[in-house]
């Protein structure tokens, strides 16, 4: 396999293409923190095809561990605790493996949350008021905290109570969080949205745009935001070409095709009539500008 160039230019004059993969991307770094955790609990990655224990054991202390980066278009893949007592489930995060964060390390927080009748109320109340968090892992307790109470509350309450809608509201906002931040370097986060709150999402937009309920049923979630949230998922692959600048910056050229051409995919599904429509800052014009540069860095194959 031929390794991957990484020679450096001195200039990057592109704001932001599918070869074959010709070397072994690679390594992410992640440190887990873990609480409430027992010897029966095991740290897992679900990417596209398979799924595969990352550590057999967890414990109080972080534990660290790597994951190789990917291809764009496979993207997020899931990282998640499974739970040995079979009570609490999985508790995961769609996780943008991808060559911009290679070599960073990137903590994840997982938190075992029982939830009752007797704590339920009080779990909501403190920690699903629907305000921005702070920090990282804030954001990973709260979404875990009120994702396990939407859960339980779905299947032992009426989903219309108020308590419900704020626990929604709080894994919502908790989310978002996570998947709108980033870094100096990096214009884009490694955490995503999760699968079972985009499919809540796009049920709650779908009755109001059938007439079947309107905003106000689900406040205090912001409908407005909920819709952007969709959009930015819908668009992700555009959303990714933010870190092709750091690619090409980093002599990662081949990884920076990979990223243009996916997103240049998702360019012509959600615009195929122009080119010169901008989304999320680029148009179709300026992505195969990009490919046209990128294929002069690319080394010749014999």
Same mark, same amino acid.
């Given at each position: 396999?031929?390794?991957?160039?990484?020679?450096?230019?001195?200039?990057?004059?592109?704001?932001?293409?599918?070869?074959?993969?010709?070397?072994?991307?690679?390594?992410?770094?992640?440190?887990?923190?873990?609480? #409430?955790?027992?010897?029966?609990?095991?740290?897992?990655?679900?990417?596209?095809?398979?799924?595969?224990?990352?550590?057999?054991?967890?414990?109080?202390?972080?534990?660290?561990?790597?994951?190789?980066?990917?291809?764009?278009?496979?993207?997020?893949?899931?990282?998640?605790?499974?739970?040995?007592?079979?009570?609490? #489930?999985?508790?995961?995060?769609?996780?943008?493996?991808?060559?911009?964060?290679?070599?960073?390390?990137?903590?994840?927080?997982?938190?075992?949350?029982?939830?009752?009748?007797?704590?339920?109320?009080?779990?909501?109340?403190?920690?699903?008021?629907?305000?921005?968090?702070?920090?990282?892992?804030?954001?990973?307790?709260?979404?875990?905290?009120?994702?396990?109470?939407?859960?339980?509350?779905?299947?032992?309450?009426?989903?219309?109570?108020?308590?419900?809608?704020?626990?929604?509201?709080?894994?919502?906002?908790?989310?978002?969080?996570?998947?709108?931040?980033?870094?100096?370097?990096?214009?884009?986060?490694?955490? #995503?949205?999760?699968?079972?709150?985009?499919?809540?999402?796009?049920?709650?937009?779908?009755?109001?745009?059938?007439?079947?309920?309107?905003?106000?049923?689900?406040?205090?979630?912001?409908?407005?935001?909920?819709?952007?949230?969709?959009?930015?998922?819908?668009?992700?692959?555009?959303?990714?070409?933010?870190?092709?600048?750091?690619?090409?910056?980093?002599?990662?050229?081949?990884?920076?095709?990979?990223?243009?051409?996916?997103?240049?995919?998702?360019?012509?599904?959600?615009?195929?009539?122009?080119?010169?429509?901008?989304?999320?800052?680029?148009?179709?014009?300026?992505?195969?500008?990009?490919?046209?540069?990128?294929?002069?860095?690319?080394?010749?194959?014999?």
């Amino acid at each position: 396999m031929k390794k991957r160039p990484r020679n450096s230019i001195g200039v990057l004059f592109v704001s932001i293409g599918l070869l074959p993969s010709l070397a072994e991307a690679g390594d992410l770094n992640l440190k887990i923190y873990t609480t #409430g955790t027992t010897a029966a609990d095991s740290l897992w990655l679900n990417s596209s095809f398979s799924a595969r224990a990352l550590a057999e054991k967890l414990d109080i202390n972080p534990i660290m561990t790597t994951i190789k980066t990917d291809d764009a278009e496979t993207q997020p893949e899931n990282v998640f605790v499974k739970w040995g007592d079979n009570r609490t #489930g999985e508790t995961g995060i769609p996780l943008f493996a991808i060559a911009a964060f290679e070599g960073k390390e990137i903590s994840l927080s997982f938190n075992k949350i029982e939830i009752s009748k007797e704590n339920v109320q009080g779990l909501v109340n403190s920690n699903c008021n629907g305000a921005s968090a702070s920090s990282i892992p804030e954001a990973f307790k709260t979404l875990q905290i009120c994702r396990a109470a939407v859960k339980w509350l779905a299947e032992n309450d009426s989903p219309k109570t108020t308590i419900y809608k704020r626990a929604f509201n709080g894994w919502f906002v908790s989310n978002y969080f996570l998947y709108t931040r980033t870094s100096n370097t990096v214009k884009f986060s490694p955490f #995503g949205l999760q699968n079972d709150l985009v499919s809540f999402l796009k049920d709650i937009t779908g009755a109001i745009d059938s007439g079947t309920n309107i905003a106000a049923d689900f406040a205090p979630l912001r409908i407005e935001d909920v819709r952007q949230a969709l959009k930015d998922k819908n668009s992700e692959g555009i959303r990714m070409a933010a870190v092709i600048p750091q690619l090409v910056k980093n002599g990662q050229f081949l990884e920076a095709k990979d990223v243009n051409d996916n997103a240049l995919r998702t360019y012509e599904r959600l615009s195929p009539a122009s080119s010169k429509n901008v989304i999320h800052g680029v148009t179709g014009d300026l992505l195969r500008k990009n490919s046209a540069f990128i294929k002069t860095m690319l080394p010749n194959d014999p």
